[in-house]
């Protein structure tokens, strides 16, 4: 490999690197998913995330129309699936819900959002 062919390589690997090191745990999929009305009511919410998560520093709440919390107040990263965190649900009425997630990835990156579903059976 010539000098510049290995500046290249190199330089190209610093890059990657420095992009891995500032990754960030986003939502890539939930169910029910972001702005859904679903007709029967759900026994969990459950997210995918784009890296791993750490399992003490992530959760995720539900929230009625009123405010009070009608998850279990268990959330759990999936074992086997690092990406996945879920959590269960008290039985929901016909309504509107607020799911609010955060999530800190291995590098100890945090991030927090949420969204709404619609129950209308």
Same mark, same amino acid.
């Given at each position: 490999?010539?000098?510049?062919?290995?500046?290249?390589? /190199?330089?190209?690997?610093?890059?990657?690197? #420095?992009?891995?090191?500032?990754?960030? +745990?986003?939502? &890539?999929? +939930?169910?029910?998913?972001?702005?859904?009305?679903?007709?029967?009511?759900?026994?969990?919410?459950? #997210?995918?995330?784009?890296?791993?998560?750490?399992?003490?520093?992530?959760? #995720?709440?539900?929230?009625?129309? $009123?405010? +009070? *919390?009608?998850?279990?107040?268990?959330?759990?990263?999936?074992?086997?699936?690092?990406? &996945?965190?879920?959590?269960?649900? $008290?039985? /929901?009425?016909?309504?509107?819900? $607020?799911?609010?997630?955060?999530?800190?990835?291995?590098?100890?990156? *945090?991030?927090?959002?949420?969204?709404?579903? #619609?129950? $209308?059976?």
């Amino acid at each position: 490999m010539t000098r510049c062919g290995l500046f290249a390589a /190199l330089a190209f690997a610093g890059v990657c690197a #420095i992009g891995s090191a500032f990754a960030h +745990a986003y939502p &890539q999929t +939930a169910t029910p998913a972001a702005g859904s009305t679903v007709q029967a009511a759900p026994h969990a919410v459950s #997210i995918v995330f784009d890296d791993e998560l750490e399992p003490k520093f992530s959760g #995720i709440q539900v929230l009625n129309a $009123k405010g +009070a *919390r009608v998850d279990d107040g268990h959330a759990v990263v999936v074992p086997g699936n690092p990406r &996945q965190m879920s959590v269960g649900l $008290k039985a /929901l009425a016909a309504g509107t819900y $607020k799911v609010m997630w955060h999530a800190t990835d291995t590098d100890t990156h *945090r991030t927090k959002g949420s969204y709404s579903f #619609i129950v $209308k059976p």
